[in-house]
Every structure is written in structure tokens, then in C-alpha cells.
């Protein structure tokens, strides 16, 4: 329950132009992914510090048609209470929230989901993280419940994590060419205020 990076940071969503100037104009909510292979769990969905990627993201959406016209939203987002994927101890909390999820899956004799790829991808990231999001959902609905009993404690408003995707970016090199830190807004209070970038069209 990390608290020691600095509590704002600008975050950018990849969006349908329309979402985009709905959102600026007029307030309405960022959409909130909650499908079952989202890594970070439920949430809205920011790039940290890389409008370029969210960019990139909605021209994606537009070209297999998701989306009409790719546009950017940029985010002040107030990490608040963060669950930090770099934090050593937000790690071994959610390696915790593992161990106990298989315990519930196997006792009820329940299937244990698994990270895997889309039909037909070349690359080994398994970009479909069915495990990851069912561990997420697991320990916040864990923490949901116990803040809900105990008002000194809080749940997790943001979840914060570094995913390594994508070829390496020379031959022999430990960086890869689509790695990035992503953010999961689960409290709308956290977004503190939203605009269009610069470079926006």
C-alpha cells in the first residue's frame, strides 16, 4: 500500500474522439474497463507520462473499428492509496492475494484461469492476462470488504504496474519497444482534472 512515489501524475486514455470531447466539454466519465483479461483489474485505463502510446492505442481501436475518429485524453490523477506493481511490498501483497485465490479456486473446484494470447500473435507477452485480472478482482474484493468494516482502513484507488511488451528494441538488449507503465483509476475522485493535449487535432 505504497504511498512513497509522488501522488500526482499525468495520465493519458486513448479514446474515440466523440468520448474524448464529451469528456473535456462536458464531464462526463472516463469509461471504466472491466473485462476479464484487463491486467490491472477493473478501472479507466491511463498511459503514465506517454500520450504517445494512448495515441497509438486508439488509432488501433479506429482500424479494426471500435472507434470512429482516434483521439487523446490527458488526466491529473491523484494516485491517492496506490497499488504499486514496482513496490516490493505491494508485490508480495498481491503474490498473497495469489496464493489465497488458488486456494478458494481449488477448494470450490473451480477452474484457474490463465494469461494467454490472442489467436494468431507472434510475440510471446500474453496480452490476454485472464490470471492476473482474476487475482486483482480477488484481493480487491478482499479489501473492499474489510474497509467496508473498518472505516480507518482504505481500499486501493489506483493500481499502478511497469508491463514489459514487444521486440527488443536493438539486438541483445534488455529494453523492449512497447513496455510501459499503466495505471487503473478505480476511484473517479482520483482524476482531478482532464484536458485534450497540445498536439491533439
Known amino acids: 500500500m ?3 512515489a509522488t501522488s500526482f501524475v499525468l495520465g493519458y486514455h486513448g479514446c474515440d474522439r466523440s468520448i474524448a470531447l464529451k469528456a473535456v466539454n462536458e464531464g462526463a466519465d472516463i ?3 472491466n473485462r476479464d483479461y484487463d491486467w ?26 471500435d472507434y470512429k475518429e482516434p483521439a487523446v485524453i ?24 495469489h496464493k489465497s485465490f488458488l486456494s478458494v479456486q481449488r477448494k470450490g473446484g473451480l477452474p484457474i484461469p490463465k494469461n494467454k494470447n490472442p ?7 500474453r496480452v490476454l492476462r485472464f490470471l492476473d485480472c482474476a487475482v486483482m478482482r480477488h484481493l480487491h474484493k478482499i479489501l473492499d470488504a ?8 482504505d481500499a486501493f484507488d489506483t493500481v499502478r504496474g511497469m508491463f514489459v511488451e514487444g521486440g527488443k528494441v ?26 485534450l493535449p497540445l498536439n491533439s487535432n
Open 146 to 153: 474489510y474497509a467496508a468494516s473498518e472505516p480507518t482502513f
Open 31 to 33: 469509461l471504466q474497463s
Open 170 to 195: 536493438y539486438a541483445g538488449s534488455g529494453i523492449y519497444s512497447k513496455s510501459h507503465v499503466q495505471i487503473a483509476v478505480r476511484s473517479p475522485a482520483c482524476i482531478k482534472g482532464i484536458f
Open 40 to 65: 490491472l483489474g477493473p478501472g479507466a485505463y491511463f498511459w503514465e507520462s506517454d500520450p504517445k502510446r494512448a495515441q497509438e492505442w486508439a488509432e488501433w481501436k479506429t482500424s479494426i473499428g
Open 119 to 125: 489467436k494468431g500473435a507472434k510475440d510471446k507477452d
Open 2 to 4: 505504497s504511498r512513497l
Open 74 to 97: 490527458g488526466a491529473v490523477i491523484d494516485l491517492r492509496n496506490c497499488l504499486d506493481l514496482v513496490s516490493r511490498d505491494d508485490i508480495e501483497l498481491l503474490r498473497a492475494a
